[in-house]
């Protein structure tokens, strides 16, 4: 069983033993204390994020989407190309992309070195609604991503000075008020939740339950969603309007215990990837993770990356 299946095996018997316990429960509510080797957990929490964004295939180092038409597309760093990609990564004409009713073949030059697991080719089938395949030219790396009916080569490239130096986002500093305890409250049937991205499509995505809080005086209870390692909340709060990033940030929280308890820390807080990067398509908080509260925890608004 792979490690997805896995989560989600032990978020269903969760979430059946919390509808059975949930209504006899007293959870602790209010500020969690800090764990003795809280730093350590931090600092190896924000190191993990910096590598995974340094990764020569992540965030930090997509250098473009390059929409293609039907038919025909020319690719290459020469002026006139139909994708034209950086100047000096890639030969002036590198192949041809065709895309054909969903279906997108590539054919390299002669003389220009593509390759697919470390195997040179000369023509592939990229893409046909299944797999997406990865090549490789130099420091570049792409596949072929699509938005609806829009297909594109998203691009990476590893040679990237900026993301090399990369050291992580402007943050607070540790706030241990925004360390809390929190319950799951579970969705006794299968609930989807519509949600906007940031170029203005709607995505359902599942949610097995909600997250209840108390923060500021107040009871708080956001939407929780699915993730490998735990439970994903989108959320925004009042730092958006001149410290955070405007649309809000992220958090993955612990799976709950058998009680429904969890712990979440907004110290973890962190930015979407359109926060710092123009060819994502982020998802934004649904209304009820909108909160009145000022959150002064989490990494802050990025400088120096151009965002949405």
Same mark, same amino acid.
């Given at each position: ?16 033993? #919390? ?52 038919? /025909? ?6 002026? +006139? ?11 002036? =004409? ?57 297909? +594109?080569?998203?691009?990476? =490239?590893? /040679? =990237? ?45 599942? #949610? ?19 993730? =490998? ?80």
């Amino acid at each position: 069983m792979n490690k997805k299946n896995t989560v989600l095996k032990n978020l269903t018997a969760v979430v059946i033993v #919390s509808v059975l316990l949930f209504a006899c429960s007293s959870p602790e509510t209010g500020t969690a204390p800090l764990p003795e080797d809280y730093p350590t957990e931090l600092q190896e929490w924000k190191e993990n994020r910096i590598n995974v964004l340094k990764g020569p295939t992540n965030w930090l180092r997509l250098d473009g989407i390059y929409w293609m038409s039907e038919g /025909e597309n020319t690719f290459g760093s020469g002026e +006139g190309q139909d994708l034209k990609l950086p100047e000096g990564t890639i030969p002036s =004409n590198a192949g041809v992309m065709i895309l054909e009713e969903g279906v997108v073949t590539m054919k390299v030059a002669e003389g220009v070195l593509v390759t697919h697991e470390g195997e040179p080719v000369t023509e592939m089938m990229m893409y046909d609604g299944g797999e997406r395949y990865r090549v490789e030219h130099a420091s570049l790396e792409w596949f072929i991503d699509n938005r609806g009916e829009q297909y +594109g080569l998203r691009l990476y =490239n590893k /040679e =990237n000075p900026k993301a090399d130096a990369f050291d992580g986002f402007p943050a607070y500093e540790v706030n241990s008020e925004w360390h809390l305890h929190a319950q799951f409250v579970p969705n006794s049937d299968s609930t989807t939740i519509m949600l906007d991205n940031v170029i203005g499509e709607k995505v359902e995505r599942y #949610s097995p339950g909600n997250i209840r809080f108390t923060a500021e005086g107040q009871e708080i209870e956001v939407i929780a969603f699915e993730a =490998n390692s735990g439970l994903f909340i989108m959320f925004s709060d009042l730092t958006n309007r001149t410290e955070t990033y405007h649309a809000g940030r992220y958090l993955i929280i612990p799976l709950p215990d058998e009680d429904g308890r969890t712990i979440i820390d907004f110290n973890k807080a962190y930015n979407p990837p359109c926060a710092f990067n123009t060819f994502t398509t982020c998802q934004l908080p649904p209304p009820q993770n909108r909160l009145d509260l000022t959150i002064t925890a989490g990494e802050k608004r990025p400088l120096n990356w151009q965002g949405l």
